[in-house]
Nanobody
Framework: QVQLVESGGDSVEAGGSLRLSCTAS?????MAWFRQVPGKEREGVAAIRTDSGSPFYAASVQGRFTISEVNARNTVFLQMTRLKPEDTAVYYCAAGLHGERMLDSKGYNYWGRGTQVTVSS
């Protein structure tokens, strides 16, 4: 069982930046960030294969968000820039991919509790 601890959520104005972090208690093959707003499905934002460092992004955040990792610390970061009000959500860290699709929430075994990101206009 891998435990995930997220941090970094905050309230910012549109155009601002935030960095989220997630630390896993053990090794995982992939780590990812998802987000969810009330009444909507959990949406994949970014993911990374921990061995190769290959990133994957949702189209809605491509060019604005960057996912990176520090392997030795089992930690992944999500650098978010040019934030928009529509980025407002609870952001969840996920790990332990057992499927093929990096941004499919059904493919992950482990989840953090989430951290709130609020972007005001």
């Amino acid at each position: 069982q891998v435990q995930l601890v997220e941090s970094g959520g905050d309230s910012v104005e549109a155009g601002g930046s935030l960095r989220l972090s997630c630390t896993a208690s053990g090794y995982t093959n992939s780590m990812a960030w998802f987000r969810q707003v009330p009444g909507k499905e959990r949406e994949g934002v970014a993911a990374i294969r921990t061995d190769s460092g290959s990133p994957f992004y949702a189209a809605s955040v491509q060019g604005r968000f960057t996912i990176s990792e520090v392997n030795a610390r089992n930690t992944v970061f999500l650098q978010m820039t040019r934030l928009k009000p529509e980025d407002t959500a609870v952001y969840y860290c996920a790990a332990g991919l057992h499927g093929e699709r990096m941004l499919d929430s059904k493919g992950y075994n482990y989840w953090g509790r989430g951290t709130q990101v609020t972007v005001s206009s």
